[in-house]
């Protein structure tokens, strides 16, 4: 099967201007998850979809960033503004659902770096 | 709050040797998963093993195997007969079995075979 796809790779931008990520899940996965990792640790979550609705948002600063999945397929994560600290990679994942312990499938990953 | 430490931050060992990373977390469920994560340079996070903890048995997986210790809230990881394609981080990561299904990741461990 296809794996997730993330673009782009990497973004560099300067500070106070928007940026988008996308996400193109594994076919027939219900949840989708958007990471973000700092250098040299672990990745946190931003938010979970189950198919088109947000279920859990609550790290995403919603004061600057945004996401959607429409039609419950591909997703957007966007951040408008960047700030300096912004710079991370952004994950993007996929399961059938975490309630059967069914993995999580990520992607590449976008690096963004702000300057 | 559910919490997963590694308190390796980096491990090195020699082609062909046996190597056991480390993980501790803290929760107070009593149904929940277990992962190990690799991340290898291109920034896929690729899914190494699972353990359910509900299963007495250790989970394995060809040259990686777990000890799953509950009561002890411990999960570590051991790679043997080590190969150079095994250098990356390793993310331990918990969900719980049910209500907010968040994987909660680790620090890492950054591990480097050597030739």
């Known amino acids: 099967e296809a794996g997730v796809v993330q673009s782009p790779r990497y973004k560099i931008i300067e500070k106070k201007q928007p940026v988008a990520f996308w996400c193109n899940p594994i076919?027939?996965?219900?949840?989708l998850y958007w990471y973000r990792q700092n250098l040299g640790q672990g990745p946190e979550l931003l938010i979970r979809?189950?198919?088109?609705?947000?279920?859990?948002d609550s790290q995403l600063p919603k004061d600057r960033f945004s996401a959607e999945r429409l039609k419950g397929v591909d997703s957007t994560l966007k951040i408008q503004p960047a700030e300096l600290g912004d710079s991370a990679v952004y994950l993007c994942?996929?399961?059938?659902?975490?309630?059967?312990?069914?993995?999580?499938?990520f992607g590449n990953g976008t690096r963004l770096t702000v300057t | 709050a559910q919490t997963v430490t590694q308190s390796q931050p980096e491990m090195s060992v020699q082609e062909a040797e046996t190597v056991t990373l480390s993980c501790t977390y803290d929760?107070?469920?009593?149904?929940?998963?277990l992962f190990w994560y690799k991340q290898p340079p291109s920034r896929q996070m690729i899914l190494v093993i699972r353990?359910?903890?509900?299963?007495?048995q250790n989970a394995t997986e060809n040259r990686f195997s777990v000890n799953f210790q509950k009561a002890a809230k411990s999960f570590s990881l051991k790679i043997s007969d080590s190969q150079l394609g095994d250098t990356a981080m390793y993310f331990c990561?918990?969900?719980?079995?049910?209500?907010?299904?968040?994987?909660?990741f680790g620090q890492g461990t950054r591990l480097t075979i050597n030739p």
């Open positions: 994942a996929s399961s059938h659902g975490l309630l059967s312990g069914s993995p999580l499938h």
């Open positions: 076919s027939g996965h219900n949840t």
């Open positions: 979809y189950e198919n088109e609705e947000a279920v859990d």
């Open positions: 929760t107070s469920e009593n149904n929940y998963y």
């Open positions: 353990q359910e903890a509900y299963k007495q």
């Open positions: 990561a918990f969900v719980r079995f049910q209500g907010a299904q968040k994987l909660v």
